[in-house]
């Protein structure tokens, strides 16, 4: 049967109306646009008009146990007549390893945001995955068992949701054996009249599971990009102005384009934030319809996490009070200082970089008045040429060097040596994605704003940074906010 996307949906209800609706779905992606379809597909299988919507609806909390209830139900005819619906909610069947990084994620941030339950959800659900215990997790053995940022020294976080978890009685199932059984389900099929809804936030569509589904039921894909890329943020900004607009609507309401992106601001790409700060300037403006910028700054605060990006850009630019600014933001969103401080060694790592091919003879094919255009088509050959003559070089050094060392050395250890020195050497390209050479001409351009002196002069603040992070008592955000005066102030 097809996967169809979110928007597609009502096209599909109402053709299911006619022909017939499926008696399994799946609806997976951003979880406020889940429930949002979740409502509407259960209001077509269900019309809130219906008598007996509360005796043939049966929803059933999707942690792994609850699996094999939630097949009994959906295979047992209901008493009453007409249609009966089953919704397995918030499933995390269908996790994979490959998730291991967004569940981590998701758990800090549930964390962050004080839902402790939420947390032990997603936190659970990676130590079954990885088949690990509340040992494995502890301090001494978390560093071999999770994939944490190496840069984050303080995960006491783990130890809340860990002892949140141990006191509640939380703890893991075995997911391939729910998998299978419900695989088995969902190939046999349910009943006439029944039908079974699964909403999860993360799928891997590799699992045989999901394919199964797929060819019994119907996908609802209701995920939005996260990234950070202009088509990404494209579909976003439609996303919010889609949702936006239906409650304003709803509402007799209006905004202008300066309070939407004031709003924007304040909230970055969190839809149930964004609409929640919405319901809130509906109240505050009360018989007005129109919604102004004055309202947003009266009533809203600032929530939205800012990536590591606009620190790094605006330290880049040498802009100071965006500089100070997104650090405070990050700061107070928990990121750890040595996070913050290795985001901006390795950005000048890159301007260095950049340095080193402006200031050989094929940086002549980059102005700095260039286009886009015209820096792909003129300068990114060149950039390519750099590198490979660049890894070349680095090839023949340590072969020299290989050569020279050879007697007295087992070959396994020069093997080791030849790994170590291969990563090396691309950490050195400018060009490691030639299909992405945008972030390379933002680079060039930024480092323009850089003499190689000042850069030097830069490196030796931020290892002096890093140690004094590592190894003194001094607060972390004054040893930060000394490198980026240090940078940012401009030399006459």
């Not at 945001?113 to 990676?126: I, M, P, S």
């Not at 703890?171 to 029944?194: C, Y």
């Not at 990006?309 to 928990?334: G, H, I, P, Q």
């Not at 060694?345 to 970089?353: E, G, H, T, V």
Request: charged share 30%; with cysteine.
């Amino acid at each position: 049967m097809p996967e169809i996307n979110y928007k597609e949906l009502n096209s599909h209800i109402r053709s299911a109306e006619k022909e017939g609706f499926s008696r399994l779905y799946l609806i997976h992606g951003e979880e406020l646009m889940c429930k949002t379809a979740f409502e509407e597909l259960l209001k077509a299988l269900l019309p809130e008009s219906s008598s007996d919507r509360n005796l043939n609806y049966d929803p059933v909390d999707g942690t792994n146990e609850n699996i094999f209830d939630a097949v009994e139900r959906a295979n047992t005819f209901s008493f009453m007549s007409g249609r009966k619906v089953v919704a397995f909610l918030d499933s995390k069947i269908f996790y994979s390893k490959e998730n291991e990084k967004s569940l981590l994620e998701k758990a800090k941030e549930s964390h962050a945001q004080k839902d402790l339950k939420k947390a032990a959800r997603y936190f659970t659900g990676l130590m079954s995955l990885l088949k690990l215990s509340f040992d494995d997790v502890g301090k001494e053995n978390r560093g071999k068992s999770l994939k944490i940022d190496s840069g984050e020294s303080d995960n006491s976080w783990i130890d809340d949701i860990t002892a949140y978890c141990i006191g509640n009685g939380i703890g893991m199932s075995g997911e391939e054996d729910n998998a299978s059984f419900f695989q088995k389900a969902v190939e046999k099929g349910f009943p006439k009249g029944n039908h079974l809804i699964v909403t999860a936030e993360l799928v891997d569509k590799r699992l045989g599971l999901y394919k199964a589904v797929n060819k019994n039921g119907v996908i609802i894909d209701c995920q939005i990009p996260k990234g950070d890329s202009r088509n990404d943020k494209a579909v976003q900004e439609s996303v919010l102005l889609e949702r936006m607009n239906a409650v304003l609507l709803k509402n007799d309401k209006t905004m202008d384009k300066a309070a939407y992106h004031a709003m924007f601001e304040m909230t970055g790409f969190d839809l149930r934030t964004f609409l929640n700060n919405l319901e809130k300037l509906i109240n505050f403006s009360g018989k007005r319809k129109r919604i102004t910028a004055e309202d947003v700054e009266s009533v809203l605060k600032r929530t939205r996490l800012d990536p590591i990006y606009e620190l790094t850009n605006a330290v880049a630019d040498r802009n100071l009070a965006d500089s100070l600014f997104f650090l405070d933001s990050l700061l107070a969103s928990e990121i750890h200082p040595l996070q913050a401080l290795a985001a901006l060694i390795n950005q000048f790592r890159k301007i260095i970089c950049i340095k080193g091919f402006t200031g050989s003879r094929y940086g002549k094919a980059w102005e700095p008045g260039f286009s886009y255009p015209q820096f792909t088509s003129v300068t990114v050959p060149a950039i390519e040429e750099y590198d490979n003559a660049l890894l070349k070089e680095i090839e023949e050094r340590d072969r020299f060097l290989s050569d020279d060392d050879s007697q007295g050395k087992a070959e396994d250890q020069h093997k080791k040596t030849s790994k170590k020195k291969s990563k090396t050497a691309t950490d050195l390209l400018i060009a490691k994605n030639s299909k992405s050479p945008f972030p390379v001409w933002q680079l060039l351009k930024k480092s323009e704003k850089f003499k190689k002196e000042e850069l030097i002069s830069i490196f030796e603040c931020l290892k002096d940074a890093d140690l004094e992070l590592k190894s003194s008592g001094r607060i972390p955000k004054l040893v930060i906010e000394n490198v980026i005066f240090h940078i940012c102030r401009k030399k006459s």
